[in-house]
Nanobody, 128 residues
Framework: QVQLVESGGGSVQAGGSLRLSCTAS????????MAWFRQTPGREREGVAA???????????NYADSVKGRFTISQDSAKNTVYLHTDIAKLEDTAVYYC??????????????????WGQGTQVTVSS
């Protein structure tokens, strides 16, 4: 049974730093594809960033246009943890952030359908 637990949410001022962590317990079958999604009331869950560790050890990342250049996704495979970080939080980053994992390559790296394991979510509120 794979469980994903997010941490690091809370309140942050616009322009400030935000760092989320997601730790996976249990063994993911196959290769690991991890991602962060976010959702605001009345809107669909959207992909923020995704990361894949190739068999060679190289990491490949994908970012939504709305966060490209501001957010960084990274992974510590030894700790089974994936991170999401920004030093330039914006008001529009306010959302519930979800960690997700897939054991097979998602057709769309930032598509909800490709991920079978989900965390409970952590609220991030960016204020002015």
């Amino acid at each position: 049974q794979v469980q994903l637990v997010e941490s690091g949410g809370g309140s942050v001022q616009a322009g400030g730093s935000l760092r989320l962590s997601c730790t996976a317990s249990g063994e993911l079958p196959g290769r690991k594809f991890m991602a962060w999604f976010r959702q605001t009331p009345g809107r669909e869950r959207e992909g923020v960033a995704a990361i894949e560790r190739a068999p060679s050890g190289t990491y490949y990342t994908n970012y939504a246009d709305s966060v490209k250049g501001r957010f960084t996704i990274s992974q510590d495979s030894a700790k089974n943890t994936v991170y999401l970080h920004t030093d330039i939080a914006k008001l529009e980053d306010t959302a519930v952030y979800y960690c997700a994992a897939a054991s097979r390559p998602p057709i769309l790296a930032l598509g909800v359908q490709g991920y079978e394991y989900w965390g409970q979510g952590t609220q991030v509120t960016v204020s002015s």
